[in-house]
């Protein structure tokens, strides 16, 4: 059980903070219990801490202490025998920040429809942490931010009653990284980024993250280690719009895009393939650039390669839709009344996250246009538009169809018996790589 002695005095908060943290007897909290907060909470626990998890979902506390997992990271065979232990336990109630020493913040941070940061999260769970907050304690915001988020509105809400950053608790900001479902990379083996208030704060957080991950890197400030981030996945983003772009240009030069990208990846060094698509879904990637570039812009620059990048990824649906609506024309019919079956739906292969899927703009140009819709995903059980469930099986549905687009190439599909079915197929993914056949129009 943790030491629930929390030092008064400042000097011995830090000494005694430390102490239990390296004795691994410090009461580990987090919150916000998700992809990102539970593998977290499950980390501490394996390496032996007393964790208590807290989310706004009773739900999700019912079936964490049910040692029933909900997140694909985490097998219900790993949670469970940490909760029959004691060493993780889960709650909706904040009271027990009175008895925790270490709190890391994991809430969502989307985008409001105005693409201005909703920080709405982050601020009621650092008012609920204040009301029970003490001396002693190591708060680590993880949310993906804006940089100064951490300095200029976390640290306000906490500093109350005289207690002072660095000397009376401890915060930092350490970016999440995960990514769900990688096989190779998860929670325990992903390089932790840290950044302090002050360096004492930076010191605690390194040491922290040290007791349960296998490789720490403390950086100068919490600005440091938000931009850190912000930058890996804005990388992403625009690197993304760029083979967009490309892949737009070849498309009328009759150039093989993916032909190019391909072998432009033999190049040992100075090049990173990225690859065309329907265009950009999930909720890091299209979001977080536009935190940078809110914040940018308040510093009075203008984020022009996000703006630029975001258009441009925004314009791949459409794109989607107009070479449907050529191969159908080449084939004779509008697409008013013909029949087109979506294979995959979800953001990205291999997940049922749905979250800014791009395949739901492509469904609805192509329903505006007259067509008629059924999609095949066996990780998305269900879909409605209109009311209407469009689940159909691949088999029956592709051969039926007068179009078939593949938006998110799945691994579990056949594409051999997909080819061998479909009178026409529209691969935005480049899934039947490989294959010449005059069915086949590819992005
Ligand atoms: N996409 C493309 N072309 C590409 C790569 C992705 O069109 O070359 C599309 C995907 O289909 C998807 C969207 O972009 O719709 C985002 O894909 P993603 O591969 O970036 O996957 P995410 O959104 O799950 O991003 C997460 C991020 N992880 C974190 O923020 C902690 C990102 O930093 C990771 O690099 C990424 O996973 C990953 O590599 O899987």
Avoid at 71 to 85: E, F, H, K, R
Avoid at 282 to 289: A, E, K, L, R, T
Wanted: glycine residues 8%; charged residues 20%; contains cysteine.
């Amino acid at each position: 059980m943790p030491d629930s002695q929390h030092s008064t005095t400042p000097a011995s908060a830090a000494l005694t903070l430390a102490e239990k943290i390296r004795g691994k007897r410090a009461h580990v909290g987090v919150v916000g219990l998700g992809y990102v907060g539970l593998p977290l909470a499950v980390e501490f626990a394996r390496a032996g801490f007393h964790v208590t998890g807290i989310d706004v979902s009773a739900e999700k506390v019912a079936r964490v202490n049910a040692g029933d997992s909900y997140v694909g990271d985490i097998p219900s065979a790993v949670l469970a025998p940490l909760v029959q232990s004691g060493h993780l336990r889960a709650t909706t109630g904040f009271e027990v920040v009175a008895d925790l020493d270490t709190i890391n913040i994991c809430v969502p941070t989307p985008l409001r429809k105005t693409k201005d940061p909703d920080m709405s999260f982050i601020v009621s769970s650092c008012q609920e942490i204040a009301r029970f907050f003490h001396a002693g304690t190591l708060v680590i915001l993880e949310s993906t931010t804006y940089p100064g988020t951490t300095d200029e509105l976390v640290l306000p809400l906490l500093a109350k009653n005289g207690l002072e950053v660095g000397r009376d608790f401890f915060l930092c900001f350490s970016p999440e990284r995960v990514d769900p479902g990688n096989p190779k990379y998860q929670t325990v083996n992903i390089p932790k980024v840290v950044g302090g208030c002050t360096p004492a704060c930076t010191e605690m957080g390194r040491e922290f993250y040290a007791q349960a991950l296998e490789h720490v890197v403390p950086v100068s400030s919490t600005q440091v280690a938000e931009m850190v981030k912000l930058l890996e996945n804005t990388f992403r983003m625009i690197n993304i719009g760029l083979v967009n772009e490309i892949a737009m240009m070849c498309d009328r030069m009759q150039i093989n895009v993916w032909e190019v990208i391909d072998a432009a990846a033999t190049k040992p060094f100075g090049f990173m393939p990225f690859y065309p698509g329907p265009g950009l879904g999930g909720h890091c990637i299209p979001i977080d650039p536009f935190y940078l570039s809110w914040k940018s812009k308040q510093a009075g620059i203008e984020a022009r390669f996000i703006e630029l990048a975001g258009y441009i990824n925004g314009q791949m649906p459409h794109f989607v839709v107009d070479k449907v609506q050529g191969a159908l024309n080449d084939a004779g019919k509008p697409v008013k009344g013909s029949k087109i079956h979506v294979m995959g739906v979800a953001y990205k292969r291999n997940i049922d996250d749905m979250r800014e899927s791009p395949a739901l703009d492509v469904m609805l140009l192509l329903q505006r246009r007259g067509g008629k819709l059924t999609y095949s995903d066996p990780h998305v059980p269900e879909l409605h538009l209109d009311g209407v469930n469009l689940k159909a099986e691949p088999e029956t549905a592709a051969a039926d169809a007068d179009c078939v687009v593949v938006v998110t190439d799945h691994t579990a599909f056949d594409y051999a018996a997909l080819l061998e079915r479909s009178r026409l197929i529209v691969d935005t993914r480049n899934a039947l790589k490989g294959i010449a056949s005059p069915k086949i129009v590819r992005l």
